[in-house]
Protein backbone atom coordinates (compact mmCIF):
# COMPACT_ATOMS: atom_id res chain seq x y z
CA UNK A 1 0.00 0.00 0.00
CA UNK A 2 1.38 3.31 -1.13
CA UNK A 3 1.33 5.74 1.45
CA UNK A 4 2.63 9.87 1.13
CA UNK A 5 2.28 11.79 4.11
CA UNK A 6 2.97 15.66 4.20
CA UNK A 7 3.81 17.91 6.78
CA UNK A 8 4.99 21.10 7.82
CA UNK A 9 2.36 23.53 6.08
CA UNK A 10 1.29 26.31 8.62
CA UNK A 11 0.36 29.82 8.48
CA UNK A 12 2.93 31.94 8.02
CA UNK A 13 3.55 35.68 7.27
CA UNK A 14 4.73 37.33 3.82
CA UNK A 15 8.58 36.85 3.66
CA UNK A 16 8.73 34.17 6.15
CA UNK A 17 10.25 30.30 5.44
CA UNK A 18 8.52 26.65 5.81
CA UNK A 19 10.14 23.21 4.50
CA UNK A 20 7.23 20.74 3.66
CA UNK A 21 8.14 17.14 3.99
CA UNK A 22 7.10 14.30 2.24
CA UNK A 23 7.41 10.55 3.70
CA UNK A 24 7.05 7.75 1.37
CA UNK A 25 6.63 3.98 2.24
CA UNK A 26 5.29 1.34 -0.42
CA UNK A 27 7.16 2.32 -3.35
CA UNK A 28 11.08 1.92 -4.55
CA UNK A 29 11.83 5.60 -3.44
CA UNK A 30 14.93 6.05 -5.23
CA UNK A 31 13.72 5.21 -8.76
CA UNK A 32 10.52 7.42 -8.26
CA UNK A 33 10.09 11.14 -9.73
CA UNK A 34 8.72 12.83 -7.11
CA UNK A 35 6.89 16.47 -6.87
CA UNK A 36 4.78 19.40 -5.24
CA UNK A 37 1.86 20.43 -6.73
CA UNK A 38 -0.69 23.09 -5.40
CA UNK A 39 -4.19 24.17 -5.50
CA UNK A 40 -6.78 26.77 -4.67
CA UNK A 41 -10.15 26.90 -4.33
CA UNK A 42 -11.57 26.56 -8.16
CA UNK A 43 -8.25 26.39 -9.84
CA UNK A 44 -6.74 23.21 -11.11
CA UNK A 45 -3.77 21.46 -9.25
CA UNK A 46 -0.49 23.38 -10.24
CA UNK A 47 2.90 21.95 -10.59
CA UNK A 48 5.09 23.87 -7.94
CA UNK A 49 8.51 21.38 -8.28
CA UNK A 50 9.61 18.21 -9.08
CA UNK A 51 12.99 15.93 -8.92
CA UNK A 52 13.89 12.84 -10.84
CA UNK A 53 15.83 10.07 -9.64
CA UNK A 54 18.92 11.20 -10.86
CA UNK A 55 18.35 14.59 -8.97
CA UNK A 56 17.29 16.53 -11.85
CA UNK A 57 14.79 19.36 -10.80
CA UNK A 58 11.83 21.53 -12.46
CA UNK A 59 10.33 24.63 -10.97
CA UNK A 60 6.89 26.75 -11.80
CA UNK A 61 8.47 30.60 -13.00
CA UNK A 62 6.65 31.43 -10.37
CA UNK A 63 8.97 29.69 -7.47
CA UNK A 64 12.08 29.93 -9.40
CA UNK A 65 14.79 31.21 -7.30
CA UNK A 66 12.64 31.03 -4.00
CA UNK A 67 11.95 27.14 -3.71
CA UNK A 68 14.25 24.39 -3.87
CA UNK A 69 13.12 20.63 -3.81
CA UNK A 70 15.09 18.36 -2.43
CA UNK A 71 15.17 14.21 -1.75
CA UNK A 72 16.96 12.14 0.49
CA UNK A 73 16.51 8.14 -0.47
CA UNK A 74 17.60 6.84 2.69
CA UNK A 75 14.85 8.27 4.59
CA UNK A 76 12.20 8.03 1.60
CA UNK A 77 11.25 11.91 1.92
CA UNK A 78 11.00 14.79 -0.78
CA UNK A 79 11.28 18.36 0.83
CA UNK A 80 9.97 21.46 -0.19
CA UNK A 81 12.05 24.53 1.26
CA UNK A 82 9.78 27.50 0.48
CA UNK A 83 11.61 31.15 1.41
CA UNK A 84 10.25 34.39 0.91
CA UNK A 85 6.78 33.51 0.64
CA UNK A 86 3.85 35.34 -0.45
CA UNK A 87 0.44 35.10 -0.69
CA UNK A 88 0.53 34.06 -3.53
CA UNK A 89 2.42 31.03 -2.32
CA UNK A 90 -1.46 30.28 -0.56
CA UNK A 91 -2.94 26.92 -1.34
CA UNK A 92 -2.87 23.26 -0.50
CA UNK A 93 0.28 21.43 -1.26
CA UNK A 94 0.57 17.90 -2.17
CA UNK A 95 3.39 15.57 -2.97
CA UNK A 96 3.38 13.04 -5.62
CA UNK A 97 4.88 10.31 -6.71
CA UNK A 98 5.66 8.51 -10.26
CA UNK A 99 6.69 8.87 -13.92
CA UNK A 100 3.40 10.54 -14.45
CA UNK A 101 4.52 13.49 -12.53
CA UNK A 102 6.42 14.44 -15.37
CA UNK A 103 3.26 15.55 -16.91
CA UNK A 104 1.53 16.67 -13.96
CA UNK A 105 -0.48 13.21 -13.20
CA UNK A 106 1.37 10.99 -10.74
CA UNK A 107 0.33 7.69 -9.95
CA UNK A 108 0.27 8.34 -5.79
CA UNK A 109 -0.89 11.93 -4.09
CA UNK A 110 -0.94 12.56 -0.59
CA UNK A 111 -3.46 14.65 1.15
CA UNK A 112 -2.56 17.73 1.09
CA UNK A 113 -0.83 20.17 3.85
CA UNK A 114 -2.27 24.00 3.29
CA UNK A 115 -0.06 27.00 3.67
CA UNK A 116 -0.92 30.30 4.02
CA UNK A 117 0.80 33.49 3.80
CA UNK A 118 -0.27 36.25 5.09
CA UNK A 119 0.53 40.27 3.96
Known amino acids: QVQLVESGGGLVQAGDSLRLSCAAS????????MGWYRQTPGKQRELVARIRPGGTTNYADSVKGRFAISRDNAKNTVYLQMNNLKPEDTAVYYC?????????????WGQGTQVTVTS
Open 26 to 33: GITFSSNV
Open 96 to 108: GAGAGCLVGACGY
